[in-house]
């Protein structure tokens, strides 16, 4: 009897651990790398750049491969979803903190990053729908504006 108690610690633990190894939690750890999420949105918006690149370009050949141009949609797709998970799990719900209702400066800035983060979401959403690539233009234009306001001291 003895033995069975650590060894059910252990996989209580195992299980406890491996929650948190798989996403960046919702507890106040504290730990968190808000430039590696930064890079982490303009890499995939490059990804879902280049996704429609192939797609167009692959579309486009007189003998069209279509496991090729579904494979590029199928990653244009997860991409984009990862910008919007990154930017409403970790931005929206985790780092953005609502400001004193006294500040009116504190408050504008609260406002601008929610318009740039929301503005964000939907053009990953709208970049899921098409190949136009003035979405893809748009998140680069609105991630370098929210990083510009979001390390604004």
């Given amino acids: 009897m003895k033995k069975m108690i650590p060894v059910s610690m252990i996989a209580v633990l195992a299980l406890v651990g491996a929650q948190f190894a798989f996403s960046h939690c919702e507890i106040p750890c504290g730990i968190y790398d808000d430039e590696a999420r930064f890079d982490m949105v303009s890499e995939h918006i490059g990804t879902v750049e280049k996704s429609m690149n192939q797609i167009t370009e692959l579309s486009a050949a007189g003998d069209k491969n279509y496991n090729q141009i579904v494979r590029w949609v199928t990653n244009k797709e ?34 601008k990053k929610l318009e740039l983060c929301h503005k964000i979401i939907v053009h990953a959403m709208k970049a899921k729908q098409t190949v136009d690539l003035e979405h893809v233009k748009e998140m680069n234009s609105l991630l370098e504006n929210f990083r510009e306001v979001y390390f604004a001291k």
């Fill in 78 to 111: 997860n991409h984009a979803t990862e910008i919007q998970d990154i930017m409403a799990q970790y931005f929206l719900t985790q780092r953005i903190k609502p400001a004193d209702g006294s500040d009116a400066d504190a408050q504008m800035t609260y406002f």
